[in-house]
């Protein structure tokens, strides 16, 4: 495993509320693991409490990164290691260039121009529109996000943690993005992937459900998905979804999927 | 530029700016220019639609600027008030004439890179008139000794239908003590854009602003930025004043101060006011550190939160 939670508990900044209760699971290097669950289930917290920001501790359990303890590693020291994360929001830095932006996780700055270039087409950006443009508001949502991406492809880390890349961008957008999510995973990049929504989950190898604060399944994201549907009652969803003509079939029928969700009480 | 007569050091400082000094030195590069070596005119030179001139009085010189009716010229306009003396005193006095239906870029470059008590001043008078697209970018050095006190005061009336942009830097060397006030009075349709930067970086520093804009006219509107960092006990004081005195005008003040190090002190003080019932005016100001979600998402790339600072700081406080 490249990353291994054993028994996390994160709290609220003030203690008084758990937002994570007794989680553990791993994620397998090179593979797009999706964490789903509805809104305000911990899915985010998760991402930000991995990524070592300041106010997301945990009151107990460790993280293991590469077999390295980093429960106690603040943020740049986690970035050093080869974790990042590309945010939901990302701050439009007024005065920042796009490219140097891209560039100041690049560890080694020799031929940084190639490099900067390089994150760019990979996100699909034309760089002879963005290499000399600032983060500023005359970015759409979309292409900030594509830059955000294309600074965490360059750092070349190990662990891209990615935030609900989704929200706000339209489905022809967010089917681009599933592409450049799998040219990540070619690049030997392992994908911590934040989404509430499941069909964007299907590029995912393997799945987390969290569930009000708590850690459901961790399993191939297709029973994954099963359950999640069976936990919010959408049968006919998850069967048009998961037997799309236009996606691999799971290694299940819809018996499998006709059990999980009787186990919810759901026929 | 070598075999100018220039003082070396005044041409080293502007290119700290990235400014091209072959632009502004006389019999070099286009555009009208006007050159001051401490109160000696050192050049001068019009282009067609410009009319420069310049008077030699005891402590500076009094310049007259007109930009003729219809002129729209792309280089711009260079004024380069330098002094490469300790002390002294440097009292400029610009009338600046923008006519009708004009076009044109004034750069000023005030640079004294030896200022240990040097003094210097400017009292401007700026008539922009109807329909002209008018920018004003003044870049200030006052070298590494925290030496220089200067107060520039400017009137500006903008006519109807024109744009006027003003920015002004003070990034680069220590500034020592700066008192700035801007006047800006905008009539019926015109767009105003302000933009100040200032980087006090010691207990010597001391540097207060003033920039305010008067919306006279239906419909002007206008947008102040201030940007300022204060380090190892540096001063920055920025008044954002803006006053809606019409129907329909609209005005914002926006004031982003970062504070680095114990002793240092950053202040806004926004004052707005709206006197006409169809008038809009907002101001918003943030002091003191970067938003935690800046420094993290930058943290996230490897840097330590003092590199994401210092990127940060030279991100807000970028010339343009």
């Known amino acids: ?267 | 530029m070598t075999n100018s007569k220039y003082p070396e050091e005044i041409l080293q400082s502007l290119e700290d700016y990235n400014i091209d000094i072959r632009d502004f030195m006389p019999g070099h590069g286009s555009g009208a220019k006007l050159l001051l070596d401490f109160n000696k005119i050192k050049g001068l030179e019009e282009v067609d639609g410009v009319i420069l001139e310049g008077r030699e009085i005891e402590n500076g010189i009094v310049a007259d600027i007109i930009i003729k009716e219809g002129t729209k010229i792309e280089d711009p306009v260079h004024l380069c008030f330098g002094v490469n003396k300790e002390t002294g005193l440097q009292e400029i006095f610009p009338r600046i004439i923008a006519e009708d239906n004009t076009e044109v870029t004034l750069q000023a470059h005030c640079s004294f890179p030896k200022a240990n008590g040097l003094i210097h001043k400017m009292f401007g008078h700026f008539y922009i008139g109807k329909n002209c697209k008018f920018a004003y970018n003044e870049t200030h050095y006052h070298g590494e000794k925290s030496g220089a006190t200067v107060a520039p005061v400017a009137y500006i009336y903008v006519g109807e239908d024109s744009i006027f942009e003003n920015t002004f830097n003070l990034t680069k060397g220590t500034p020592g003590k700066v008192k700035i006030m801007i006047d800006i009075y905008a009539m019926k349709n015109s767009v105003i854009r302000s933009t100040i930067r200032a980087f006090g970086k010691n207990k010597n520093d001391s540097i207060r602003i003033r920039d305010s804009v008067f919306l006279e006219g239906e419909n002007a509107r206008s947008i102040i930025k201030m940007k300022a960092a204060a380090k190892d006990g540096g001063e920055v004081l920025m008044y954002g004043i803006t006053e809606g005195n019409a129907p329909h005008c609209n005005g914002h003040v926006e004031c982003n101060e970062i504070v680095l190090g114990k002793g240092s002190i950053c202040r806004a003080r926004p004052f707005i006011r709206a006197i006409d019932p169809l008038s809009s005016v907002s101001h918003e100001a943030s002091l003191g550190r970067f938003p935690q979600k800046w420094l993290d998402e930058l943290q996230a790339k490897g840097l330590s939160e003092k590199e994401a600072t210092q990127i940060l700081i030279e991100a807000m406080l970028r010339e343009t």
């Open chain 1, 1 to 267: 495993m490249l990353l291994e939670l054993k028994d996390i508990v994160i709290p609220t900044l003030d203690k008084k509320r758990i937002i994570l209760d007794q989680t553990s699971f791993g994620i397998k290097e090179g593979s797009i693991h999706a964490i789903i669950g509805p809104n305000g289930s911990g899915k985010s917290t998760l991402a930000y409490t991995i990524m070592g920001l300041g106010n997301y501790k945990l009151s107990q359990g460790k993280i293991i990164f590469d077999g390295i303890d980093i429960t106690n590693l603040d943020i740049t020291e986690r970035a050093k290691l080869g974790i990042t994360l590309a945010w939901q929001e990302p701050a439009r830095i007024e005065g920042l260039s796009i490219p140097k932006y891209i560039s100041l996780g690049i560890k080694d700055q020799s031929n940084v121009n190639e490099k900067i270039l390089e994150a760019l087409q990979i996100v699909n950006l034309e760089p002879e529109k963005y290499m000399n443009r600032y983060i500023d508001e005359s970015l759409s949502g979309g292409e900030r996000k594509r830059i955000e991406l294309a600074a965490a492809i360059a750092m070349r880390p190990r662990l891209i943690l990615l935030d609900e890349p989704d929200s706000g961008l339209d489905m022809i957008v967010i089917e681009d993005f599933l592409n450049i999510f799998n040219k990540i995973k070619e690049l030997n990049m392992t994908i911590l992937l934040i989404t509430h929504r499941e069909d964007i989950g299907m590029v995912a190898d393997y799945g987390t459900l969290i569930w009000r604060g708590q850690h459901l399944l961790t399993d191939t994201f297709p029973k994954v998905m099963v359950k999640y549907c069976a936990k919010a009652g959408l049968k006919e969803f998850c069967k048009r979804t998961l037997f799309d003509e236009n996606r691999e079939c799971p290694a299940f029928d819809s018996d499998y999927i006709d059990r999980i969700f009787r186990e919810e009480g759901i026929d």
